[in-house]
């Protein structure tokens, strides 16, 4: 499959307008990052809409995706605050066909990912549902943690830790996304350590004894611990060094 990623133009408002009204229009559409029911009244979205709410001061930009040139999935990243420390993405849209195949990642959210923590941001947000039995794992997956007390917001420090000094020796040889482990679950992330709550991120590729663990104090939205085990002797290769 041919896939393409671009940032929103005003020249897309068209094709993209027509995107957006086809799928709202079916019953299920995967939006906001979960799949939800269709409301009973569906707002017409419109070319002047979309121009329009992308020159708002908070949008860093609206990603679309295409396959063979036809659009088929698009989202949207804002900064939360005037303070651009956090990111939030929303408004996920994906063709019925391209769904529950891993697509939107792969080729969308992945690169949306990794700009967003070459960016100035310390965090970023996403809002979806406790139910979102496919997509909470993999948010999961690539560095969100479900924030306790809440359904669901959820929290990603992956553009604060990657450009943490003491984590430097680990990245300089690993993916940050890609050799990141932890379990799969549904619930809430906070652990206790210390005899305090916090968010853990575990790094270890699989064919090494290299590690990083970083802590998170979810309430003060800091990081509060830095572990990072790497040996002197170091063979590149494999899938953990895919950038």
Not at 6 to 22: I, V, Y
Not at 205 to 216: E, N
Request: aromatic share 10%; charged share 25%; with cysteine.
């Amino acid at each position: 499959m041919v896939f393409q990623v671009s940032k929103f133009r005003n020249c897309d408002s068209p094709e993209l307008a027509r995107f957006l009204n086809d799928i709202r229009s079916s019953n299920w559409s995967l939006s906001s990052s979960a799949f939800v029911p269709r409301p009973n009244i569906l707002p017409l979205v419109t070319a002047e809409k979309l121009i329009k709410a992308n020159d708002n001061e908070c949008r860093v930009g609206l990603f679309i995706l295409r396959h063979s040139g036809v659009v088929v999935s698009c989202s949207q990243i804002d900064k939360k605050n005037q303070k651009q420390d956090v990111i939030v993405f929303s408004n996920v849209e994906t063709e019925p066909q391209y769904q529950k195949r891993g697509i939107f990642w792969k080729a969308l959210g992945n690169t949306c990912l990794r700009q967003t923590c070459l960016s100035d941001c310390k965090r970023i947000e996403l809002t979806t549902w406790s139910f979102n039995r496919k997509g909470i794992p993999l948010y999961k997956r690539v560095g969100f943690r479900a924030v306790p007390g809440t359904s669901l917001l959820m929290e990603n420090y992956l553009p604060s830790i990657v450009k943490l000094a003491a984590a430097r020796p680990y990245f300089e040889r690993y993916d940050y996304i890609r050799t990141l482990r932890n379990k799969r679950s549904y619930g809430y992330d906070a652990i206790e350590a210390n005899g305090m709550s916090v968010f853990e991120y575990c790094w270890k590729p699989r064919k090494s004894t290299d590690t990083l663990r970083v802590l998170v104090d979810w309430q003060r939205k800091e990081i509060i611990d830095v572990e990072c085990n790497v040996t002197e002797t170091y063979h590149a290769g494999g899938e953990d060094q895919d950038v």
